[in-house]
């Protein structure tokens, strides 16, 4: 190897300016629109919305999420087999952008044919553009591909941080709707205005994700994971062995997106309806919906400071094992359901400070520091290689069974400060034994997952 080549190998591959921007636009896109849809669905015909009940609107916003991530399963596969993961992020992100401006349209039609095609491209989208993450790091250190998750992720939350603020001021916010009566437009479409903007920021996205093509090198072309040997050989005693790993941590994982999940669903319901929503001794109002710009603005403060901390842990050989991260995540997601239980009582007394949804969106991302980036890491590591997409797609499925769980626990959300203490206990009952059931299982997953496997460097 020349010095060059060995040179390269050392800082992070050009290609993953490009893969940071085009997630963080197509987060842009999926973040913006969850941001307002169990808005839109709710609210009155009369004023511009779908009518839906309560019941329905979750219903239907559990069945989208989960159909969102399930669909990661076909696309992966897709992938390895004919596309390669470079084609099915790009064709991807074409149909996330037509889903979108398909919603801008005002129908019952285009409403469920615009999430169908989001539905698809995020399944072509979602698992294959980290499958192009791992493979740009091949070569490279396990810590450097792992600060390079860490990156990625906080493109992620940028995207996601942005996106509430945008697309709920647009949908909801009463002075755009003036603006849009004094150009001559009916105030009740302000809504679509919120879902076109989601389509325009994943259109961004594709700009500049075919604009760095030459970036990628052979990563992503099908035709070059061919000729990288890919073969049928049956899978080894380890592989099997670290699969098994993974199948228990993905149940886990599923009970904490179901909650996760519930800040677009049940307590997207209490931020719109028990929450006084102005900003504490300001007194400025803002949307609801922008109530889900706060976890990843809490994500990207965080993750310099859990990068250095599993970092001078694992200097002190110290750190925790994947595993343990995971029941890490599941205790401090139980503190975070566990404030809205006092949170619902309080509301006996009347609408209660938006600082109640900001310390659970604050314990809810430590607890997804703990898990999601842990998650991603550890499959694309573990994952036979030539199953790579397949294996990326299989860890969104606990994703997309959260999130159809979600909407069936947010069905028994009311706004009775009675039934909310109910509600929000039995999850934070049910994530605390989650938590301590796991933390004893941790090391008989560490042995099923190798020494090399069983720790994660540095994530965040």
């Not at 990661?72 to 991807?92: E, F, Q, S, T, Y």
């Not at 949908?171 to 919120?194: C, I, M, Y």
């Not at 059931?437 to 997953?445: D, N």
Request: net charge positive; hydrophobic share 50%; glycine share 12%.
């Amino acid at each position: 190897m020349s010095q060059t080549e060995s040179e390269s190998l050392t800082r992070h591959p050009a290609g993953l300016r490009r893969l940071f921007i085009t997630e963080m636009f197509e987060r842009f896109s999926f973040y913006g629109m969850r941001a307002i849809l169990l808005y839109f669905m709710i609210a009155k015909v009369g004023a511009g919305g779908l009518g839906f009940s309560d019941q329905e609107a979750q219903s239907v916003l559990g069945t989208y999420v989960m159909c969102v991530y399930l669909a990661c399963i076909p696309g992966g596969i897709i992938a390895d087999k004919w596309l390669g993961a470079r084609h099915a992020v790009r064709w991807g992100g074409v149909l996330i952008a037509l889903g979108h401006f398909t919603m801008a349209a005002h129908s019952l039609a285009a409403f469920y044919i615009g999430l169908a095609l989001i539905v698809a491209g995020t399944g072509f989208l979602k698992p294959n553009i980290s499958n192009m993450l791992g493979g740009l790091y091949q070569g490279r250190t396990d810590q450097m591909r792992d600060n390079g998750f860490s990156i990625f992720y906080l493109g992620i939350n940028i995207g996601a941080f942005v996106a509430p603020i945008v697309c709920g001021f647009l949908a909801q916010n009463a002075w755009f709707k003036t603006v849009l009566e004094s150009w001559g437009l009916d105030p009740r479409s302000s809504w679509h205005w919120g879902f076109a903007a989601a389509g325009v920021g994943m259109i961004l996205g594709l700009i500049q994700y075919e604009l760095g093509q030459k970036t990628f090198g052979n990563v992503g072309l099908k035709q070059t994971d061919a000729r990288q040997g890919l073969s049928k050989a049956p899978l080894t005693a380890d592989d099997w062995r670290r699969m098994g790993a993974l199948a228990v941590l993905f149940v886990f994982a599923v009970l904490f997106f179901a909650i996760y999940e519930q800040g677009s669903n049940s307590l997207a319901l209490f931020a719109e309806r028990k929450t006084d929503n102005h900003v504490p001794l300001l007194g400025w109002g803002f949307e609801s919906s922008m109530f889900q710009s706060i976890n990843p603005l809490f994500i990207t403060i965080v993750t310099p400071v859990f990068t250095r901390l599993w970092r001078k842990l694992q200097e002190a050989k110290r750190e925790p094992s994947s595993p343990v991260k995971f029941a890490m995540g599941l205790f401090f997601m139980s503190l975070a359901i566990g404030v809205m239980v006092l949170a619902g009582l309080a509301t006996r007394s009347g609408s209660v400070s938006p600082m109640w949804l900001t310390g659970f969106f604050f314990l809810e991302c430590v607890g997804e520091m703990c898990l999601s980036p842990v998650g991603l890491s550890t499959v694309s590591k573990l994952s036979p290689p030539r199953f790579s997409g397949l294996m990326l797609g299989l860890w969104f499925l606990a994703s997309a069974l959260g999130g159809k769980l979600a909407g069936f626990l947010g069905g028994f959300y009311r706004d009775d400060y009675a039934r909310m203490a109910t509600l929000f206990g039995g999850m934070s009952l049910a994530c605390l034994l989650a938590a301590v059931l796991l933390f004893k299982l941790s090391p008989k997953l560490e042995g099923l997952m190798g020494d090399s496997a069983a720790k994660e460097p540095v994530h965040g």
